[in-house]
T-cell receptor
C-alpha cells in the first residue's frame, strides 16, 4: 500500500523561529491533509491540499504531487504550536487514508 | 455547534468484556470514521461510513463492528475486548459522501482512551 513518511520525527524551536515539516508519499494521491494534535490530544485539520499552495495565518502548505511530497511551513512559531503534526494521504488505488508517524514539535519560550 | 462528540472519554475493560463507543456529529456530514491511535504512531482507520446506511472496513477492522445508526451517529463495538485493543479511539466526520477519498476535510472528536487489562 501507499507509504507516508514524515520528517523530521522531532523538532525543538525557540519561540519566533520558522520551520519546515516534510511529508513524502510513495504513490500518486488525490487527497492530502495536514493535522495538528495538541498536547491534550485534540486533532485539528490544518489543510486539505492535494496539490498547490495554501496559507492560513502563520501556517502554509505546499504539495508537489508530481514529485510526491508536501511541505508544511510554520512561521514565527509560538508555544501554542507545540504538539504533533500529521500528514495523511489517500490513494484511490488502495481506498485508504494513510497517516504518517508524525513530527513532534516543541516550541520553547 | 458541538462538532463531533464521543462518549465515554475514558474506559477500562477486562479481557473478554464488550462495550460500545458512541460518536455523534451535528454538522450534517455524510461520511463518518473510526480511527485508533497507538503510542508514537499515526492514526489507523478501523471502519468508515461513506454515507448513511453504508459501512466499510478500513485498515484494521478485526475485532470491531460498527453501526451507522442515522446520519448523526456512528458507533463502534468491541465484542470481546483484548489487550491489543488498548488505544485511543477517534471518531471523525466529513461533509461529502464517499468516505476517506472524499475531497474535503475531516473533523475529529476528542477521543476515547481505552485500556484493556
Amino acid at each position: 500500500g501507499i507509504q507516508v513518511e514524515q520528517s523530521p520525527p522531532d523538532l525543538i524551536l525557540q519561540e519566533g523561529a520558522n520551520s519546515t515539516l516534510r511529508c513524502n508519499f510513495s504513490d500518486s494521491v488525490n487527497n492530502l491533509q495536514w493535522f495538528h494534535q495538541n498536547p491534550w490530544g485534540q486533532l485539528i485539520n490544518l489543510f486539505y491540499i492535494p496539490s498547490g499552495t495554501k496559507q492560513n495565518g502563520r501556517l502554509s502548505a505546499t504539495t508537489v504531487a508530481t514529485e510526491r511530497y508536501s511541505l508544511l511551513y510554520i512561521s514565527s512559531s509560538q508555544t501554542t504550536d507545540s504538539g504533533v503534526y500529521f500528514c495523511a494521504a489517500f490513494s484511490g488505488g488502495y481506498n485508504k487514508l494513510i497517516f504518517g508517524a508524525g513530527t513532534r514539535l516543541a516550541v520553547h519560550p | 455547534n458541538a462538532g463531533v462528540t464521543q462518549t465515554p472519554k475514558f474506559q477500562v475493560l477486562k479481557t473478554g468484556q464488550s462495550m460500545t463507543l458512541q460518536c455523534a456529529q451535528d454538522m450534517n456530514h455524510n461520511s463518518m470514521y473510526w480511527y485508533r491511535q497507538d503510542p508514537g504512531m499515526g492514526l489507523r482507520l478501523i471502519y468508515y461510513s461513506a454515507s448513511e446506511g453504508t459501512t466499510d472496513k478500513g485498515e484494521v477492522p478485526n475485532g470491531y463492528n460498527v453501526s451507522r445508526l442515522n446520519k448523526r451517529e456512528f458507533s463502534l463495538r468491541l465484542e470481546s475486548a483484548a489487550p491489543s485493543q488498548t488505544s485511543v479511539y477517534f471518531c471523525a466526520s466529513s461533509g461529502l459522501a464517499g468516505g476517506p477519498g472524499g475531497t474535503d476535510t475531516q473533523y475529529f472528536g476528542p477521543g476515547t482512551r481505552l485500556t484493556v487489562l
